[in-house]
């Protein structure tokens, strides 16, 4: 292993040169349709130390077998790392978030009353889930021929069992709404951040906003470790050593349930409530104040009174905006779902610098669309797994939960208001919509349900072959 300095730290200008060794679906999206995520306990060290090795070569090879093409990618629990090895001084040097763990930490994220861990399924966030190894894939057969293959040498090594399977299917093309839509009907994703080094092309409002208005790439080490960040040079400096760390990043994996016909139910409900009509402007009208885009990808900001197609398809306007002259929401509501995880110039009650609180979502819908205007749910699973990546997992995802989601007194709102979308809802949940006839909403239900969630170290490939060989 290479020496370097447990306190080195790169700059933008090295990324370049180290994105092979970067686990696929970080600083880019993998796009391929099909995808399987597969849990796994590993029940010894040295037979699970086997199975890795056997499985380093197919990690970004973008393998084919069979005439499938298939990715293959991996992040470890504390509780897998532990279990392959590494020592305790490297143990001990992750972040207590990441070493307590999804599960641990459930409660100071939100993920209360109808989103708690006794919900989720697989036994995700518990001490048996090792690892997560996730395929991408362009079809079926693909997906099924990847498994069979890790199958296999699961079956040759032994030590490694798989525990819990969420496949994904990308819903694009199928709704009729452009390019990529998730279950509610909403184009998605639109906004990511923009990497400096990451040598992928970016639009205006992926970066950061500067004082002159003008947007700027966001430095590496927000999401990849070892990078500097936007607090100076040293980056991350967590785990130790360096070489562990480089290249590596923490994901955060959520299962999202999401209720669609109770939404569409509530889309007449709040229409009437607000605007003293039901009709199916209105009925689009509250969606996008719950959301902050209309459904085509359109910002409230740059069109509040109605969807601009236009804009939607053109991403040199669609991400370029910042709510800074919208300080009351009448444009968008502060409180809509995209406002709160980003929200760009708004005023904040306490000094908060956004550009460290953002995150890198790859996330990707399961389960098939509820058929187009039914208003009963026919009990099938949908929604989203997110995959939110990041540097610091506290200061990143969180942060991001616990004080923009939850609450609404960051930005001067009630307590009792949180993100619309993927708030807890329910009795006392409120949400302002200013400019409305009657501006508030009350009661929100429950549209979306936490099934399950993992903190995932993603190590970088050198760093991946280190774990494997003990070498931390
Ligand atoms: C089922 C649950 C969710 C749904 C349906 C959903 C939907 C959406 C949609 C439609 C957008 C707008 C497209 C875009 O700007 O890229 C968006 C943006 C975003 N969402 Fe979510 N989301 C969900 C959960 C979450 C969670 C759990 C987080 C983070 C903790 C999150 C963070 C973000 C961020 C950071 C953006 C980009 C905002 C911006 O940069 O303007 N979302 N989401």
Redesign the pocket.
Known sequence: MDTLASTRSLTAADLKDNLRDIQDNVVAPIMMRYGRHIFVEFNDGEKSRAFLRNMFGRVNARQEEHGVRFTVNIGFTYQGLKMLGLSQRALDSFPQAFQVGARGRAGDVGDVGPHVPEHWEGGLGGPEIAAMVWLRTDSDEGREEATRILRDEMKATGGVEIRFIQDTKALAHENGIGSEG???G????????AIDGADAPWYP??GVLEENGAWRLLKPGEFVLGYEDELGPDGTLAPEPFELRWNGTYM?F?K???DVAAFRRYLATAAKALYGSDDPYHRDLVAAKM???WRS?C?LDLSPEKDDLAIAADPERR?NFTYADDEEGARCPRGA???R??P?ATHMMRETAVRRR??I?R?VEYGPHLPESALEDDGVDR??V?M?IQADIERQ?EF??KEW?SGGEFMGLDPNEH?P??GVGGEGSQMSVPGAKQPFLFDLPT??KVKGSEYLFVPGLKALKGVIEQRF
């Open positions: 998730e279950h509610f909403f184009a998605d994703p639109i906004s990511q951040p409002g992926d955060v959520r999202l349930y999401q959301m902050g885009r990808g910002p991400n779902h995209v406002r995880v980003n760009r953002r995150l979502r996330g929604g989203i997110q939110l995802f991001v939960q989601m993100d979308i993927v549209f979306v």
